[in-house]
């Protein structure tokens, strides 16, 4: 009898243990085949399965949770076969592929490990860098940046039934230079077409990319119905142009331009529009406007800001564009400056182009023709600060007197400064000279004038700690008195080429002239003072500040100009305050109040609150009798949800001495997952008696583009606060 357990055939033996050393040793063959392959620069493959079979110098069969990752490329699939001398895949069954974020799954999938060339059959892909996704019948792929989807659809929304979508017959997307082309596209939303296009370019990422940019098109009372359709050209990381022709339904064909550059030592923009026979004037009509500043090298730099429209009524009938209705008085300028250690010196030329308005006709200002500005000074020298400025102007106009005027303005001071108070006393003196033409039979060709001022600053600081509104706080008080004292000198016989009375200010309370300009320097022997308390956070931020101040003079003031009536004994007295109440609430209020009439002459009363992003309410009160216009308004606007999903956005500008509205904005924003939709209806006034009303309404497929009319620079300028509703929450 055999004591000992029969032995399996060897051939059975040999036959498991050759299935051992395949399941073991096949997968270390081919990460060290692919780590010695030529041009295989992200490191060897790695390669999974639950069953690995076939040929390691040739070919690896992979059937069951089959995974293949070289560097950022990750393929998984039910069966794959691993070319090894090619470096290639060919999976199917359930196929995924993970390569820089980008994800894919199909039937079929064909890939050049090395290369990252191939295809996929009945794909559906997602982009990592703008959260868009898609399905087709087929994608190929060039390299690992660059694809190309036939019969395929895009969007950003997610979910398999988007609400907006692309499709094309071919869908070129090149993630390496960031653009994606839609070759007989037609863009659906809602599953109903609302936009073929032969060609439709896009960036990935939302960055700049030629191309034409979607059509335009609203509604305005002086136009009519409006169609633009824009072409961009992205010259240069800091270079673009856009192109705008434009149709207007009552008036005809506009083209437009708008021209942009950025480099290190200069910027510029400029643009221009012209309309071809407008019908309704029977005549050509243009408005162009250009900025440039450059600095060069030793010290010089140089800038223009020109201007001009072809007629008057430009900003009435186009005030949607380059002229706008307060936009009435065009500047051209030309300067030019030299910076030394201590001094510079600028030489420029300015006039302005008067867009007049019949109801309220502008008064032509003086042309410089040229003006040599010369400025010196230095701080701290033995303890003072010391300037000397100078201006040479030689002034035009077609109808008033002109001249040439000198003026040179030497000054003084020695500040004393300690950590509780200050004390600055200076000394400057005021020489001009005039040299007329065009006078008035009997006056004077050449005048001048010398006037010495003398000034005293002095405060004093204070600091307590303090609680505001339940906060811990520094408190400050901080008292200002400031003396100044100018003797008079009859300037009546001198012209006003450029001078005008200051409007009373907290500011302006502590200047040592009246006027602006130098054509009149009053004569003072006045005293200000004003108080200050500011409350401030540990770090020193500024939380509120309240203040008061008011000018008392000794002396009866002689020197004026016309409509100005000099104050007698003190001036009204100027009270503010400014901050943030809390986090949601902050305040502006500014009041000027008369004592000898006992009322408020001037007032500014703001204030915003801002709950939460996309929450914020305006309210101001606005009261200004000025020379030239003389205004009591409230405004009211406010960005806020209505329901959800529902933004409304609205301002309102009434005016309570015409008991109208001047200027009011309303609408309504829709934001779904991937698109917003913003209608909004504006009146602006275009002159005096006149204004224009337009119709925004714009749908914007978020990372594709925006159609309709633009709605969003009109809502930025009028609701202070507004932000995007497809934006992140900033606060």
Known sequence: MNRFPAFPPLHRLLRLLGAVLAAAVVPSFALAQAAASPGSKEGPVTIRAEQITGRPDREIHLERKVEIVRGPTTVTADTATYHIVEDQVEASGDVRMCRAGNRYSGTLLQLKMDTGQGFVLNPSYHLGKNNAQGNAERIDFQARDRATVTDGSYSTCEGPDPDWYLKSDTLDLDSGRDIGVAHKAIVYFKDVPILPVPRMSFSLSGARKSGFLPPTFGTTSKGGFELAVPYYLNIAPNRDLTLYPKIYGRRGFQLGGDARYLGATYSGETRFE???????????????????????????????????????????????????????????????????????????????????????????????????????GRYDVHGFDWAVDSDLSRFWHPDLVRGDRLVINPQISYPILAPGYFLTPKLSLNAAQYKLNNQAPGMPDSLSRVLPTFSLDSGLVFERNATFFGRAMTQTLEPRLFYVYTPYRDQSDIPVFDSGVATLSFAQLFSENQFVGSDRISDANQLTAAVVSRYLEADGGERMRFMLGQRFYFSPQRVTLPGFVPDESRSDLLLGASGRISAELNVDANMQYSQSSHKVIRAAYGGSWQPSPKHVLNLQYLRDPGLLTNLEQVDVSGEWPLAKRWYGVGRVNYSLLDRKIAENLFGVEYKADCWVFRLVAQRVPTAASTASTSIFFQLELNGLTRLGSNPLDALRNSIPGYQLINQPNTL
């Not at 065009?330 to 030394?340: K, V």
Request: net charge negative; charged share 15%.
């Open 274 to 376: 012209e309309m071809f026979s407008d019908r309704v004037t029977g005549t050509n009509r243009y408005a162009i406007s250009s900025t440039h500043t450059q600095t060069l090298s030793g010290g010089w730099s140089y800038a223009w800001n020109l201007n001009a429209a072809s007629d008057d009524n430009y900003p009435n009938d186009f005030s949607n564009t380059i002229t706008t209705a307060s936009q009435r008085l065009l500047l051209r300028d030309i300067e030019s400056t030299y910076y030394g250690s201590f001094w510079s010196a600028t030489a420029r030329v300015s006039n302005y182009q008067v867009l007049q308005d019949p109801a309220a006709p502008i008064a032509r200002p003086y042309d410089r023709l040229p003006q040599i500005v010369l400025h010196a």
